[in-house]
């Protein structure tokens, strides 16, 4: 019995879409939290961070949640750089 092929096409499509959705609404809790504090913007993308990639750690080795996993991951990797960044400018 031969396992299916990996679909990459449509799963790197979809781990790009999570990536940009995650990384706008993280940014977007930055800027939010970040009108009062800008380390308190960096606070709250991390503390939004730390609560959500440990399930999402979890689900990275089922069939079709691994694709948004990766982007879930790859977009809060983003938007944490980009909030330090963005701070300290």
């Not at 399930?55 to 977009?75: E, F, I, K």
Request: a positive charge; one cysteine or more.
């Amino acid at each position: 019995m031969n396992p299916e092929p990996t679909p990459w096409l449509s799963g790197l499509l979809v781990t790009a879409c999570t990536a940009v959705f995650t990384g706008g609404v993280l940014l977007g809790v930055y800027s939010v939290a970040a009108q009062m504090r800008p380390w308190l913007g960096v606070l709250a993308v991390v503390v939004v961070c730390g609560g959500t990639l440990p399930t999402v750690w979890l689900r990275r080795r089922r069939p079709v949640w691994r694709w948004v996993s990766a982007g879930v991951m790859a977009g809060a990797v983003v938007a944490l750089v980009g909030s330090v960044v963005l701070t300290l400018r």
